[in-house]
């Protein structure tokens, strides 16, 4: 049934033919240190393209390091073209029953399986071996929901996941081969502020970032957005409008930091309100957009105001987006979102009063932070005082919540129960994207 297997095993280990280079180390590797040989399953999500198969390939340098041997390693592409015809529990089986023959017969197991939503019921397969062979399992999947639907069905209190997204603005600095800054000034060196621009241009995935020509980068770029919408939503949902699909993706991403009334996009694409919640949902999954609600301890109020939306990756967003203008307010706010989605806390709201609230930090039940983002060079002078306002007004009603303003510009004169910062320096401060915190999954 499953022919050449061994031979398309080998082609994806290095007891094989493929030496698996791991590139440039990720931020969230070192996070994942304390799990290496623990019993619990370790899962690894993020968009596609993001990084996912590289850090796998991290973690084996790291179990080579501590001395095990690859020949006890297992890495099954489960994308791979000779196997998607294949896919299924039988599939799992044989492969490693394959690999314990001809190679590891004895000893722990370690096994990492890329992609593995596309095998169904592969969590039965991970715990009966787990419990058989004391097997290690690594898997990687593009879909959020693989973590509260597969990952905790059978898995509960087994596994430990962790996100692995589009680079923060310290890894491409670092991916660009510069050093991340430490002195506290306003503008950094002209290397690094160019490359802030990159960031805000071109979003963080891996293989874009190192791209040297922009026509590759936008080719890139433009496949990861058909891979995505067809591959992990449209095949995993069964979506059969594709057209309805994508123009809702492009009008989120476009609208990145705006505000979405599902009534208006329902009326807008001739879609039930249902129907378009469903898809948004999808999408959201599949870490193409972000939905921030309304801040409010009463469900219902949430429920009844709209949502803000930012895109995961800016890069992405600018490839597809319809507008005629270059967004950089929308954009700077999307990347400081984007950020504290990688820090720990309790949710990122907005919120709005007179004014609104650009985002809002949960902790327990209380607000602990209240940011403004603007982009600092407004010739009318009228955007300044806005946002001092609403932070002002924020802070009437959240009055613990630390109020932060974060600006591309210059910094403004602000009230002392203020902070002001920099865009560069709030996205390399070292405990956004650095920490283990910030890369655990709330509630895991």
């Given at each position: 049934?499953?022919?050449?297997?061994?031979?398309?095993?080998?082609?994806?280990?290095?007891?094989g033919?493929n030496?698996?280079?791991s590139?440039l180390?990720?931020d969230?590797?070192a996070?994942?240190?304390?799990?290496l040989?623990t019993?619990?399953v370790?899962g690894?999500?993020g968009?596609?393209?993001?990084?996912?198969?590289?850090?796998?390939?991290q973690?084996?340098?790291d179990?080579r390091?501590?001395g095990v041997?690859?020949?006890?390693?297992?890495?099954l592409?489960?994308e791979?073209p000779?196997?998607?015809?294949?896919?299924g529990v039988?599939l799992?089986?044989?492969?490693?029953?394959?690999?314990?023959r001809?190679?590891?017969?004895?000893?722990?197991a370690?096994?990492?399986?890329d992609e593995v939503q596309?095998?169904?019921?592969?969590e039965?397969w991970?715990?009966?071996?787990?419990?058989r062979?004391?097997l290690k399992?690594f898997?990687?999947?593009?879909?959020?929901?693989?973590?509260s639907?597969?990952?905790g069905?059978?898995l509960?209190g087994?596994?430990v996941?962790?996100?692995?997204?589009?680079?923060s603005?310290p890894?491409?600095?670092?991916?660009q081969?510069?050093?991340?800054?430490?002195?506290p000034t306003?503008r950094?060196?002209?290397?690094?502020?160019r490359?802030?621009?990159d960031?805000?241009?071109w979003?963080g995935?891996?293989e874009?970032?190192?791209?040297?020509?922009?026509?590759?980068?936008?080719?890139?770029?433009?496949e990861?957005?058909?891979d995505?919408?067809y591959?992990?939503?449209a095949l995993r949902h069964?979506?059969?409008?594709?057209?309805?699909?994508?123009a809702?993706a492009v009008?989120?991403?476009?609208?990145?930091s705006g505000?979405v009334?599902?009534?208006?996009?329902a009326?807008?694409?001739?879609?039930?309100?249902?129907l378009?919640?469903?898809y948004a949902t999808?999408?959201e999954?599949?870490?193409?957009?972000?939905?921030?609600?309304?801040?409010?301890?009463?469900?219902?109020?949430?429920?009844?105001?709209?949502?803000?939306?930012?895109?995961?990756?800016l890069?992405?967003?600018?490839?597809?987006?319809?507008t005629?203008?270059?967004?950089?307010g929308?954009?700077i706010e999307?990347?400081?979102a984007n950020e504290?989605?990688?820090?720990p806390?309790?949710g990122?709201?907005y919120?709005?009063g007179d004014?609104?609230?650009d985002?809002v930090?949960?902790?327990a039940?209380?607000?602990?932070?209240?940011?403004?983002?603007?982009?600092?060079?407004?010739?009318t002078g009228?955007a300044m005082?806005?946002?001092l306002q609403?932070?002002?007004?924020?802070?009437a009603?959240?009055?613990s919540?630390?109020?932060?303003?974060?600006?591309r510009?210059?910094l403004?004169?602000?009230?002392a129960?203020?902070s002001?910062?920099p865009?560069?320096?709030?996205?390399?401060?070292?405990?956004?994207?650095?920490s283990?915190?910030?890369?655990?999954?709330p509630?895991?």
């Amino acid at each position: 049934m499953f022919g050449d297997l061994f031979d398309t095993l080998a082609l994806w280990n290095r007891w094989g033919s493929n030496p698996l280079v791991s590139g440039l180390r990720r931020d969230v590797t070192a996070s994942m240190r304390a799990y290496l040989e623990t019993p619990e399953v370790v899962g690894l999500i993020g968009p596609r393209r993001a990084g996912k198969t590289t850090v796998l390939f991290q973690v084996m340098d790291d179990l080579r390091a501590l001395g095990v041997p690859d020949q006890a390693m297992l890495h099954l592409n489960l994308e791979e073209p000779a196997l998607s015809t294949q896919l299924g529990v039988a599939l799992l089986d044989e492969a490693y029953e394959t690999w314990r023959r001809a190679i590891w017969p004895t000893g722990r197991a370690f096994v990492f399986l890329d992609e593995v939503q596309h095998v169904p019921e592969w969590e039965r397969w991970v715990r009966a071996r787990a419990a058989r062979d004391g097997l290690k399992a690594f898997v990687t999947g593009s879909s959020s929901a693989l973590l509260s639907r597969e990952l905790g069905t059978l898995l509960t209190g087994r596994h430990v996941s962790f996100r692995v997204m589009p680079l923060s603005f310290p890894e491409l600095l670092r991916f660009q081969g510069l050093d991340v800054p430490t002195v506290p000034t306003v503008r950094p060196e002209p290397p690094v502020d160019r490359a802030l621009d990159d960031y805000l241009r071109w979003g963080g995935f891996p293989e874009v970032v190192l791209a040297q020509d922009t026509g590759r980068k936008e080719r890139l770029l433009r496949e990861y957005f058909d891979d995505v919408l067809y591959k992990d939503v449209a095949l995993r949902h069964s979506v059969r409008d594709l057209p309805a699909l994508r123009a809702l993706a492009v009008a989120l991403l476009t609208e990145t930091s705006g505000l979405v009334s599902w009534t208006r996009m329902a009326a807008r694409f001739g879609l039930s309100q249902d129907l378009v919640r469903a898809y948004a949902t999808y999408l959201e999954e599949a870490f193409v957009v972000r939905f921030l609600p309304y801040y409010s301890l009463k469900a219902a109020e949430r429920q009844r105001r709209p949502q803000k939306v930012h895109a995961v990756d800016l890069g992405l967003r600018n490839a597809v987006a319809l507008t005629g203008s270059p967004d950089c307010g929308r954009l700077i706010e999307t990347a400081v979102a984007n950020e504290l989605a990688r820090e720990p806390h309790d949710g990122v709201y907005y919120w709005k009063g007179d004014h609104e609230v650009d985002l809002v930090v949960r902790s327990a039940n209380d607000v602990a932070r209240l940011v403004q983002v603007t982009q600092g060079d407004d010739p009318t002078g009228k955007a300044m005082p806005r946002e001092l306002q609403a932070l002002q007004e924020g802070g009437a009603a959240f009055p613990s919540a630390r109020r932060e303003l974060v600006t591309r510009g210059v910094l403004p004169q602000a009230p002392a129960h203020v902070s002001t910062t920099p865009l560069w320096r709030f996205l390399c401060k070292p405990d956004a994207s650095s920490s283990t915190a910030s890369s655990r999954l709330p509630g895991r």
